[in-house]
């Protein structure tokens, strides 16, 4: 894939030409990080939660979600099957307009029983 874009050291206009396999390189440490925190999420979730997650898969959503394999590298790290939703760039923001409009109802759940 040829990419277009400003040369660092001289400033000016450069088109280079770049290979799968060094995308791939660049990518495995932030691809790394991404996967052990998930494997320490996994780690940290109530038992209860966690035998869902088990029965239901991982879900991914966001502009991560897109990333092409990562639900199969999360599947396969983690033994746990990882579903991308359907869309996942908008799915963030429609739950969250979905919690804000039923804010009262979800006050009650994160409510220490005192009602501040």
């Known amino acids: 894939m040829e990419v ?3 040369h660092l050291l001289s400033g000016l206009p450069r088109t280079v030409t770049i290979k799968g396999s060094e995308i791939r390189e660049s990518m495995s440490e932030p691809l790394s990080v991404i996967v052990d925190a998930v494997k320490r999420t996994l780690e940290q979730t109530p038992p209860e939660l ?7 898969g991982i879900m991914l959503a966001g502009g991560g979600a897109l990333l092409r394999g990562i639900d199969t590298l999360i599947s396969h790290e983690t033994g746990i ?27 009650r759940v994160f409510s220490d029983g005192t009602g501040v």
């Open 81 to 107: 099957v990882t579903h991308v939703a359907a869309d996942p760039l908008s799915c963030v923001v429609l739950g969250t307009g979905r919690a804000l409009e039923n804010f009262k109802q979800l006050d």
């Open 50 to 56: 966690a035998a869902d997650i088990i029965d239901r």
């Open 4 to 6: 277009r874009g400003l």
